[in-house]
């Protein structure tokens, strides 16, 4: 009797069998609904056998196959079978993460089937500049496997060139999938991309979208009807029969990374997908990943595409400035240079952008007397203190509380916020002009995308003089009157002991820079430091992304960082921290470690947050000089870490390609 090897979503490195007497090798890669424990589950068949590895009559039948779309292809497989074996997670959790949660339910709700939208309004081409042309005639969108590189400062139109490629892959019967860090903050690509390709299937796919949206754009994905796919990280894993090219639009950007469950790099998955179907994958950037620059240096394993000049010929590079606060008087961290900077764009009746990389009013709330401060009870951080709503909130976990009116401690009514925020430069800037229009844009005043959009018409509609913002204005926007950024605050990232900081504040800085001076209007940036002679400064007055990546990746190479080394981590949570640490220091003596002479590990440690929502965490890092030495020895680890006797509420993970640490 034929018998399902079926992947479900459990965290178990194995797939699950059941009996089936009516299906037959064709049902491979159908959805099944199968009985587990007292329940039902979806699963996914991955193989139809003759005989399974147990005896038939221990195997349950399965419920039903389920047949309302074809069966999901093999390169669909191969794909998640590497994600599987690359970062260590179980494939029936890769194969059923790759689902919308629609396909998943075991009881779908009824509901109509909506229909994918066209659109209308079409948009007009350019000329390419010089640049832009040389750049897609190296590119050979039908000359199989290629990974390339398209390194184009902010501004430089590496929009264009994406679509120039997308309509050589659509007109060679292709799909393509435009991979974006987060949709909601890119209206505008969307609109370009639809407004191009007026007569093709556009869908996007992003986790915000409604459950039956999403699998209605998957479906369409998946059937071929789509022709371009506009997605985030998760949109990577969609079966797509005749994809012929992938891009990456902000290839740096951190949201790339998926930061739990299977923890992938969406990035990273492309240029693999690429491969395995062998077509061309490109990575554009501004600043790109020092990983994505070291292989696209010097002729490495990606060809690199450069972009020097902004596309818009009126358009110039901002000027960048860096100003020294050392000896300065600042009124609430703003120094009288920006202040009359900003006074000059009021005057002339343009925009100005205070940048600030940390949202609320203060990061902390405290008492003199007693030295109480506002911490987090579940975690090891404090409360931050949004006035606006009058909160003290905590923006890891979520928990937040009242703002109490005296010292919790001492009594004392005397409490004061200590450090500032967005909201507390904008109450200031206020004051300072109250005549000026300011808006602030943070993930507390922005929140959906409805918001996000009106805030956008509220800026080129030239209904904000001043903008207060995070990295949120930092991604891809286009706002012509906006000639002045000033950002505060930027030290912080500098000593950081998390050694990828620079790279991050680098990035963050040339991006929000980038948004100045983008049409005929020059741009200006003022950076605040009180370490005016430091390298980063340096490059960046220079626009010198090169020099900047020179400099890193030498330092990361003498101190064995990656991406000279392959790094993966493995962490473990308990509410006790010396649980923890104890289940880690196993896992450094299992008796197979000694056979990978290759790869290290260090000694367990808590983590940098070593508290979140009321666990305790602590990590253990293992590197080696060699990849396929790391990727041997993974495997073998994490089967030994399984067996380790460890408390029962006790959770562990590895990260591959860890991010943070
Ligand atoms: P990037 O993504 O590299 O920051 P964009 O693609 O957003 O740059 O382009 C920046 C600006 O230049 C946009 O306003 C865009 O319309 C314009 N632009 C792009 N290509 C051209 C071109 N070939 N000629 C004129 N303007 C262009
Ligand atoms: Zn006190
Ligand atoms: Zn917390």
């Known amino acids: 009797m034929p018998v399902l090897r079926v992947a479900l979503d459990l965290p178990l490195h194995r797939l699950f069998e059941y009996r089936a007497e009516s299906a037959s090798t064709a049902d491979a890669g159908l959805r099944v609904r199968v009985p ?153 690509l969307e609109e370009r991309v639809r407004g191009r390709f007026t007569e093709r299937t556009v869908v996007s796919l992003h986790s915000e979208l409604a459950e039956a949206a999403r699998e209605r754009n998957w479906r369409a994905a998946f059937s071929g009807e789509a022709d ?82 902004r596309a818009n010929p009126e358009a110039r590079l901002p000027t960048v400035r860096i100003v020294d606060t050392r000896k300065m008087v600042l009124r609430e961290g703003v120094s009288e240079t920006l202040v009359t900077a900003i006074r000059q764009r009021l005057e002339r009746g343009e925009q100005s952008l205070v940048f600030l990389n940390r949202r609320g009013y203060a990061p902390v709330l405290a008492c003199p007397a007693c030295g109480w401060v506002s911490r987090c009870q579940r975690c090891a951080a404090n409360l931050v203190l949004h006035l606006a709503d009058r909160r003290l909130r905590c923006h890891h976990c979520g928990f937040e509380n009242g703002i109490p009116k005296a010292c919790p401690t001492c009594g004392n009514q005397d409490i004061h916020p200590f450090g500032r925020g967005t909201q507390r430069v904008e109450t200031w800037l206020q004051s300072e002009f109250p005549e000026a229009r300011i808006l602030r844009v943070d993930r507390d005043s922005v929140k959906s995308r409805k918001q996000w959009e009106a805030v956008l018409e509220q800026i080129h509609g030239g209904a904000a003089d001043i903008l207060v913002g995070t990295q949120m204005l930092a991604k891809g926007h286009d706002f012509p009157k906006l000639t002045l950024v000033g950002a505060l605050g930027a030290d912080a990232a500098l000593f950081a002991a998390d050694w990828r900081a620079p790279e991050r504040l680098f990035a963050q800085l040339m ?111 293992a590197e080696s000089y060699s990849r396929p030495a790391l990727q041997a020895f993974l495997p073998h680890w994490r089967e030994a870490i399984a067996r380790i006797k460890s408390p029962s509420k006790l959770r562990w993970h590895i990260e591959v390609d860890p991010l943070e640490l």
Not at 256 to 271: H, L, T
Not at 278 to 294: C, D, F, K, N, Q
Not at 517 to 543: C, M, N, S, W
């Open 228 to 309: 371009i796919v506009l997605g985030t990280r998760l949109a990577i894993f969609t079966p797509m029969p005749r994809l012929g090219l992938i891009i990456v639009d902000e290839e740096h950007d951190a949201s790339f990374k998926q930061q739990d469950g299977m923890r992938y790099s969406a990035r990273d998955i492309a240029v693999v997908r690429a491969r395995q179907l062998s077509i061309p994958v490109l990575l554009g950037s501004a600043t790109p990943a020092l990983e994505t620059w070291a292989n696209a240096r010097d002729g490495g394993r990606y060809q690199l595409l450069t972009l020097k000049e």
């Open 511 to 621: 991006q929000v820079a980038g948004r100045a001076g983008r049409a005929e209007l020059k741009g200006e940036v003022l950076i605040q430091t009180q370490y005016p002679d430091h390298p980063l400064f340096g490059a960046l007055v220079a626009h010198d992304y090169t020099g900047f990546a020179a400099t890193q990746l030498k330092e990361r190479e003498q101190a064995g960082f990656p991406p000279y080394t392959f790094q993966a981590v493995l962490r473990a949570e308990a509410p006790a921290m010396a649980d923890a640490l104890a289940f880690l220091e196993s896992a450094v003596r299992l008796p197979t470690i000694a056979e990978h002479e290759q790869v290290m590990l260090y000694d367990p440690v808590p983590m940098k947050m070593a508290r979140l929502a009321n666990l305790e965490r602590a990590q253990l890092l």
């Open 36 to 188: 587990f424990g007292r329940g039902e589950r979806i699963g996914v068949i991955v193989e139809v056998v003759e005989q399974g590895e147990w005896p038939d009559e221990q195997l349950k039948p399965a419920t039903e196959i389920l047949r309302d779309h074809d069966p999901l292809p093999h390169d669909f497989f191969a794909l998640c079978e590497f994600a599987s074996a690359y970062y260590q997670a179980p494939f029936g959790e890769v194969v059923l993460q790759a689902l919308p949660v629609g396909l998943k339910r075991v009881a779908p709700p009824n509901r109509r089937a909506g229909r994918v939208k066209k659109a209308q309004m079409a948009l007009a081409v350019p000329a390419l500049t010089e640049e832009q042309a040389s750049a897609i005639n190296k590119i050979a969108v039908d000359g199989g496997f290629s990974a390339q590189l398209l390194y184009g400062v902010t501004g430089s139109g590496k929009t264009e060139v994406y679509l120039r490629l997308v309509e050589q892959a659509l007109a060679l019967g292709r799909q393509v999938l435009l991979l974006v860090p987060e949709i909601n903050l890119t209206p505008q």
